[in-house]
Each structure stands twice: as structure tokens, then as C-alpha cells.
């Protein structure tokens, strides 16, 4: 997710085994709640308080609580529903015209007022700066901003464009206020001023403070809360997991892993509980088109054949995510299976060697799978001399992992070095679109050379101009049953969402959707 040609892709959170689930039901939101401060660790950096350049869960999750959005995604759902906009509508039949109304009386923590005016200013900073670490790249088809009045924004955009509503209720679409924001720069105080139901009051390396915006007019229900702390561990797994135990942090979010949770649930007097929400956190396997090697349909097909999605789940993973065998994971429209469909759940060694036969291969292949140790999760590199160990258990490869730090591992996947690498994703909007445009549509993201006229000429811009997202289940249907055919990527896990709480916390079941968004809001302790 970054600008032109690749996007940095978002990290994986380590999973926690579903196995150890207890109690998941009893955070039941405010009953018990006493509205004290509410203290969350992580293990995931906030890049950004500037919404015109964080594209991270961290930086992301504080723009879901400071900044208010047109529209914004209602707990539990993946519709967008009117937030500081009073309504929004497509203008015409070919959804190249978006309009909205804000509410009255709309209001910055500040005192400031909200007007159309900053919507505009919000969207064209956003534009002009692009940052390279920032959303642009989601508004590809925005042509101009336009504000009738003080109440009225009209979005002209050069395509069809039905997913629009899903980018802007997402934190891309974050609105500032102009008298503070400088249009040519991105801020870097360190300090935000935004219209969402809390305020940050400061920010640091080692923590965000965050209380509630007295001015908030929106949808968020009633915040359980008096505030928020937000203490970082910049990764430290076993830091995090002792500040639960210590008391420290009333909750451990993005960061533990599955051995910490069994320890956690093991210990009697731990007085924590294992919360599980869903997720669309997906981690694929690349194939460079243009490498001599993983360039080969052969290759990459037995591959296909031979990974055993089911032995990493259960040895590397403990149960913490799920198999995927598609491009667009369970639980977003347009799902289907074409990876099973075409390559079965078991590994087949003489469906494998037949592709490679099929290549005119005949000799032992010889692969690295490139790796970055934390970028994707604690479990990444074990994952990939997991799947090296069943290439080469078949007989047909010799394959070896090599794990780089991650902005080396960047830079040189962009510079095409690598022939197969790991690349994780977290959707910005819950749309099949997402699972997609980004991977197969123009300027490729993957950065591994792949393209194919039918996505890119038919598919993927007639499911664009659909606002019936229903009715674009036909045509994802055949991209996913193209990639399957093609290999240019293998899915392999869909993760799920976790968070580990003292007992006297409530709400979390309401933080943990397919929407990724983090809801302070809906926390309480008591």
C-alpha cells in the first residue's frame, strides 16, 4: 500500500490459537464499566499522525478514533453508513459523480468548525503531497473536489468508480481541519486536530494519550470511556505479554504470539481472556513473472501442488489462522475456492512433476524463498523454511529461505531480485476490489510483473462501475479462476483477529471486525 508502484503492505498480527479461547463471550460491552481510562498496548508502530501519510494498522487505528470521515463502517458491518455526512449518493447511473451532505454544527476537537471547505482541503492536500507512506494511491480515480456550498461535496471522479463509498469511510478518508494543516506539507509535531470521538493529547515514542472530543457529532455511540492510553513495545512480544500480566495494560493488542496466549490461559490467577473477532488478513506467496525460474507456469503450478496449507496451519500457526485458496478471502463478497478447485487441499508429487514435465523440466529445481523476519508476523520466516522443507521432501526442488530485513527486503523486491517472496495484506476497505485492483489492475503492486487483459480490460473495470456489489460475483469469480489457472500469486493463510484483555475489561467483540477498525469507544474496565 504506497504510492505508484507498490504499497507497503500492512503487517500481519501474530496469531493466537483458537484453541485457547475462554470466555470470548463475556466482553459484553459497557455493564460493569466504571468510565475509567482504558491503557492498550501494542506491538505495532504508529508511522503517522498525519493522515495525509500513515498506511498502517497503527497509524490507521489512531485515525479511526481522532479523525472523522463522510462515512465510516457501523460495528459488525462492511457497509459505509453516513457519519459526518448526513447523506451520500451517486448522481448518476455510472457512479462518476459522488455527493454528500454534511451534518449541522459539525465541530473539531478545537472548537473549529467543519465545513465542506475542509473536506476539499482534506482530499486535494492529500492528493497534491502523495506521499510515498500515504493513501493517494487509493484515489487513482478522483478528478476534483468540488463544494457547492458549505454543506455540499461533490467528488467528479474520471471512472466508474462503486467501491468510492468504501475508501472514503476508511481512514484514508480522514477529514483535518485547513487553519491547521499546511496543504504543501505533511505536520510533523506530532500533534493531530481532528472531528472524531477523541482528541490526542500527546504523542510520544513510547505513548499516544487520547481523550474524549467533547465537539464529536457522529454515529460512535457514547464513549465507555474518559480515555485512551496507548503504550508502544516497537515489537517486543515478551515485553507486551509481561505488561499484561503486571497490570500495566488493561489490553494486548497486535502482537503476542500463540505461545504467549498458552502460557497466559495455562496460569490460573493470570486474570486475562482471550478475545477472537474476524479478520481479512490474508499472506501470499509471489512469484516474479520475469525471473527464469519462478517465471515458469511449470514451477509455479507444482508448487501449487505440493504446499500443505492444513501442516502450516496446525505446526507453524497452532491453529491461529485459516487455510486460503483464493485470491479474495472468506467472509468478502465474491469468495470462491479455485486454488482447491484446481490444486486440492492435499499435496500431489505426480500432479507436481507432470506440471513441470508439461515446462519441459525434468531436472531437480533449484529456488530461494525470500523471507523479512517480522514485517508479516514473528512466524514468518519459519513459515517459508516450512514450505522449503515440503518443496523439497517431494524430491522435485531444492529450495532454501533467505530472510532480509524488511526495507532491504523492499527495495530489492521492487528492483525485481527476487523470484518468489512473502508479501501479507490487510484490506483498506472490506470490498473484493481490494483483494484485487491492487494485485492484478494497472501498476501492479506486487511488483512481480504480471498482468493479464482480461483483468485488467474487463474485469476488473466492469466490477468498478457495479454499485450492486452483489452482482459482481460472477466476473470476481472468474479473475480468481484466472489467477488460479495463471499462478502469479499462492494464497496461503487468512488470518484472524485477537486481543487479549484483563477480566474487568468489556467491548472488545466490538473493536475486532472485518472492518479493522479499532473502536475506543466501545471500551471499559472496571
Request: charged share 20%.
Amino acid at each position: 500500500m504506497n504510492l505508484r508502484n507498490q504499497w507497503p503492505v500492512l503487517p500481519i498480527m501474530a496469531g493466537l490459537a483458537s484453541g485457547l479461547l475462554t470466555g470470548c463471550g463475556t466482553q459484553g460491552g459497557g455493564p460493569g464499566g466504571d468510565g475509567s481510562a482504558v491503557v492498550l498496548g501494542m506491538s505495532d508502530e504508529v508511522l503517522a499522525t498525519d493522515p495525509a501519510s500513515g498506511y498502517d494498522p497503527g497509524s490507521w487505528l489512531l485515525f479511526n478514533n481522532v479523525f472523522q470521515s463522510l462515512l465510516s463502517f457501523p460495528k459488525g458491518g462492511t457497509e459505509p453508513e453516513p457519519d459526518a455526512a448526513r447523506e451520500c449518493r451517486f448522481n448518476d447511473t455510472r457512479t462518476q459523480v459522488y455527493s454528500c451532505t454534511l451534518k449541522d454544527d459539525l465541530k473539531f476537537s478545537n472548537g473549529d468548525a467543519l465545513t465542506s471547505e475542509d473536506v476539499k482541503f482534506s482530499f486535494d492536500r492529500m492528493l497534491k503531497i502523495n506521499d510515498d507512506a500515504g493513501p493517494a494511491v487509493m484515489f487513482a480515480t478522483l478528478a476534483a473536489v468540488e463544494t457547492p456550498d458549505a454543506e455540499t461535496v461533490v467528488f467528479k471522479l474520471k471512472a466508474p468508480d462503486a467501491t468510492f463509498p468504501s475508501k472514503i469511510a476508511s481512514g484514508a478518508g480522514s477529514i483535518v481541519d485547513h487553519r491547521q494543516y499546511d496543504a504543501d506539507g505533511l505536520r510533523e509535531d506530532g500533534e493531530a486536530v481532528g472531528s472524531g470521538p477523541y482528541r490526542l493529547d500527546s504523542f510520544s515514542d513510547d505513548e499516544a494519550v487520547f481523550s474524549v472530543n467533547d465537539h464529536y457529532r457522529g454515529t460512535a455511540s457514547e464513549a465507555q470511556n474518559t480515555g485512551v492510553t496507548l503504550k508502544f513495545f516497537a515489537g517486543d512480544q515478551k515485553a507486551l505479554k509481561q505488561a499484561l500480566l503486571d497490570g500495566d495494560v488493561d489490553i494486548a493488542y497486535r502482537g503476542l504470539t500463540a505461545a504467549d496466549i498458552a502460557d497466559i490461559q495455562q496460569s490460573a490467577d493470570a486474570g486475562a481472556e482471550v478475545v477472537e473477532g474476524s479478520s481479512a488478513e490474508v499472506q501470499h506467496l509471489v512469484f516474479n513473472m520475469d525471473d527464469p525460474v519462478a517465471g515458469k507456469l511449470g514451477v509455479r503450478r507444482a508448487i501449487a501442488q505440493l504446499i500443505d496449507r492444513e501442516a502450516l496451519i496446525k505446526n507453524v500457526y497452532q491453529g491461529t489462522a485459516d487455510p486460503l485458496y483464493s485470491i479474495v478471502p472468506a467472509g468478502i463478497a465474491g469468495h470462491n475456492t479455485a486454488f482447491f478447485d484446481r490444486y486440492g487441499a492435499r499435496p500431489s508429487r505426480a500432479k507436481a512433476a507432470a506440471a513441470l514435465a508439461a515446462d519441459g523440466i525434468t531436472d531437480k529445481v533449484r529456488l530461494t524463498l525470500w523471507s523479512t523476519p517480522s514485517r508479516y508476523g514473528p512466524a514468518t520466516d519459519q513459515e517459508l523454511k516450512a514450505v522449503a522443507a515440503q518443496l523439497n521432501a517431494s524430491g522435485l526442488f531444492d529450495a532454501d529461505v533467505k530472510s532480509v530485513a524488511f526495507a532491504q527486503y523492499e527495495k530489492d523486491v521492487t528492483a525485481g531480485k527476487y523470484g518468489v517472496y512473502v508479501k501479507g495484506w490487510v484490506p483498506d476497505y472490506p470490498d473484493a476490489d481490494n483483494f484485487t485492483s491492487p494485485f492484478f489492475g494497472e501498476g501492479n503492486v506486487l511488483s512481480n510483473h504480471y498482468t493479464d487483459k482480461t483483468i485488467t480490460e474487463t474485469l476488473i473495470p466492469r466490477t468498478a462501475a457495479q454499485s450492486d456489489r452483489s452482482a459482481t460475483d460472477a466476473d470476481y469469480g472468474r479473475l480468481q479462476n484466472i489467477v488460479a489457472a495463471q499462478v502469479p500469486v499462492l494464497p496461503v493463510w487468512q488470518g484472524k483477529q485477537y486481543a487479549v484483555a484483563g477480566d474487568n475489561v468489556y467491548g472488545l467483540e466490538n473493536c475486532l471486525d472485518a472492518s479493522t477498525v479499532f473502536r475506543f469507544w466501545e471500551l471499559s474496565k472496571s
